[in-house]
């Protein structure tokens, strides 16, 4: 075994390795989180706080970890707790009362729920896509996509329609109440799911007439949605296929996490699309987690690129220079972006 110098010495206690080990294990803290939302813990504690044992035979659990179970969702920042132990009260802290409440219309649990069931035993074959290049989620061992899975069963297209609309609602809202739209008068959401964008720009600002254009299976949804916020004067809800059929005209064009679906030659097609149904002076809006363009800080939207290399055959995610080229080689004269929340942002581009 190698002996260190003592200028080694000096410089190992200089760095600390727990980032290394924060981030290695990182799947524990994550493990947890999803764990406590599929036992619906955020859920039950909303109604009303509880002691530990009181947990243990709500959720059906064992004696063995439970105080550790919920100790760490405490350490993590998750819960709160007067007592300790056998005397612990547990209750939510505010942001997963808000947002892990199924019973709330802020819940943005069907996000993690899917991580939990799906995203996260596809992560354990991240290796093997990085060495071919293939997706490694259900057309791994021959099943049916999500999307195909899903659009076989109307509830759970609803509820994961409606799940990847709450996710995405503080992005909606920030692009509605942000962007100036008081130089246009109509909108079209392409692959609008359960038209909650179309829903947020529209109860924002009055002027705007929008329409959201999705496949068959998912417009009775939008529907639906659009019905329960009194909006079905002002947004239409059409069928259609965006590789299939033209845009429908618009002053404003948006996307909500479409192409990143995609390879660059698709990108590039549904970027061109979008131009032509522009009228001179319109907006291509696309929001996305837009990676920096040195590729440097925005963590999350470089994993989500790796999470387009397990979910799709040729997706990634991109940066505002990209998007830039690709927009220009479309006809567009300029782009700029505009933060939306956390690492999310609009990337605009102009006719």
């Known amino acids: ?3 260190l110098k003592q200028s080694q010495v000096q410089e ?12 290695g294990m ?8 999803l764990t406590a939302v599929k036992l619906e813990v955020f859920s039950h504690l909303a109604a009303k706080p509880s002691t530990g044992h009181e947990l243990k035979h709500l959720l059906g659990l064992q004696e063995r970890g439970l105080y550790d179970f919920f100790d760490t969702l405490v350490a993590l920042g998750f819960l709160q707790r007067t007592g300790n132990k056998e005397n612990a ?6 942001d997963t009362d808000l947002f892990l409440d199924n019973n709330k219309p802020t819940y943005i649990g069907g996000f993690l729920e899917m991580a939990n069931n799906r995203l996260y035993p596809f992560w354990n074959f991240l290796e093997e896509g990085l060495k071919t290049g293939l997706p490694q989620n259900e057309i791994r061992t021959g099943r049916l996509t999500l999307f195909e899975e899903l659009y076989l069963d109307h509830d759970k ?9 709450g996710v995405q609602a503080g992005n909606f809202i920030a692009l509605a109440t942000q962007f100036d739209f ?5 909108l079209c959401d392409i692959g609008g799911a359960g038209a909650q964008l179309s829903s947020h720009v529209a109860a924002h600002n009055l002027h705007m007439k929008c329409t959201s254009f999705d496949l068959p299976p998912v417009c009775p949804i939008a529907l639906e949605n659009v019905s329960k916020m009194g909006l079905a004067d002002r947004i239409v809800v059409k069928a259609g296929d965006f590789f299939k059929d033209t845009f429908p005209k618009a002053d404003v064009i948006t996307m909500g996490n479409i192409l990143h679906d995609w390879g660059t030659a698709t990108k590039k097609e549904l970027i061109s699309k979008a131009y032509d149904a522009l009228p001179q002076g319109g907006a291509l809006i696309v929001i996305e987690n837009i990676i920096d363009n ?3 800080e925005n963590t999350f939207g470089l994993m989500m690129s790796l999470n387009m ?9 991109f940066t505002a220079s990209d998007f830039d080229a690709f927009a220009r080689e479309a006809g567009f004269k300029e782009t700029r972006i505009l933060p939306l929340t956390g690492p999310s942002s609009a990337v605009i581009a102009i006719k």
């Open 1 to 3: 075994m190698e002996v």
């Open 294 to 296: 040195e590729r440097r």
């Open 182 to 186: 008081s130089a246009y008068e109509t």
């Open 157 to 165: 297209t609803r509820e994961f329609v409606n799940a990847m609309g």
């Open 26 to 33: 990182a799947f524990w803290a994550s493990k947890t989180l």
């Open 89 to 94: 009260v547990y209750s939510n802290s505010p």
């Open 12 to 23: 190992v206690k200089k760095i600390d390795p727990s980032h290394i080990m924060q981030v």
């Open 309 to 317: 290399l397990i979910e799709t055959a040729d997706g990634y995610d």
